[in-house]
Every structure is written in structure tokens, then in C-alpha cells.
């Protein structure tokens, strides 16, 4: 699927604004990004493909010390990987609204096996 990415990025943009106000209020020190796709680390599978990553402490494992002068937590979202998969755009702005939920979803601690559970995975 063929996307320029300025549209690409008002699908992440919307899927964003879609965040209920009460969780994006809760949302503490994490910023957003949109990349080509995932380079796996070593070690990793090198055809690891990923369509979205969170890196970071999430909001339940944080105490005192973490305040203190940490970096910001980063979701990426990986425009090809996503790209790639799909064949329509109605099917991309799907993909992107699932992948963001699944990412933001992390940075409130929710690990991939609940998030299978609830259909977000």
C-alpha cells in the first residue's frame, strides 16, 4: 500500500486524538514518533518485524527516583511495517488506531497477553 506520509501521519495524528480524555490526561512523559520500520537489535531475529514499539518505565512501575530527570518514554510507529501489511487505506487507519492503543496501552503497564484478551493485540 502506497501512502504519502503526511497522510500517514494525520492517520496516527486521529488515532491519537481518539485516546479518551481521562487516559491522555494520565499519559505522563511519553512522546510519540512515526519511523520506517523497526531495526532489530542484536540478538534479536533479524526478520523481526514490528509495527509498533513502546520503550519506556510504564506508569505502574514507576516510583520517586524515576521523576528525576528521566527521558521521556517513546512510541514509535513504524509507517512501512504498517505500509506493508495493508491493502487499502481504510485498512491502515485501522492498523494505526490498534497499533497506538496497544502502545499507549503498555505505557499503563498492560502487557500483550491482556491486551490479546481484549481484542487489542
Known amino acids: 500500500m502506497q501512502m504519502p506520509e503526511e497522510e500517514f501521519e494525520a492517520a496516527v495524528d486521529d488515532a491519537i486524538d481518539r485516546i479518551p480524555e481521562d487516559l491522555a490526561q494520565a499519559m505522563d512523559n511519553v512522546a ?3 519511523e520506517d520500520r523497526y ?3 542484536a540478538g534479536e531475529d533479524p526478520e523481526t518485524v514490528l509495527l509498533g514499539v513502546y520503550e519506556g518505565t510504564p506508569l505502574t512501575e514507576r516510583d520517586g527516583w ?3 530527570g528521566s527521558l521521556p518514554d517513546r512510541i514509535v510507529i513504524f509507517r512501512e511495517s504498517i ?7 481504510e485498512e491502515v487507519v485501522s492498523e494505526v488506531l490498534i497499533t497506538v492503543v496497544h502502545e499507549v496501552a503498555h505505557h499503563f503497564g498492560i502487557d500483550d497477553a491482556r491486551l490479546h484478551e481484549l481484542g487489542w493485540g
Open 83 to 89: 505500509l506493508e501489511m495493508c491493502e487499502t487505506r
Open 32 to 34: 510519540i514518533f512515526i
Open 39 to 41: 531495526v532489530p537489535v
Open 66 to 68: 524515576w521523576d528525576a
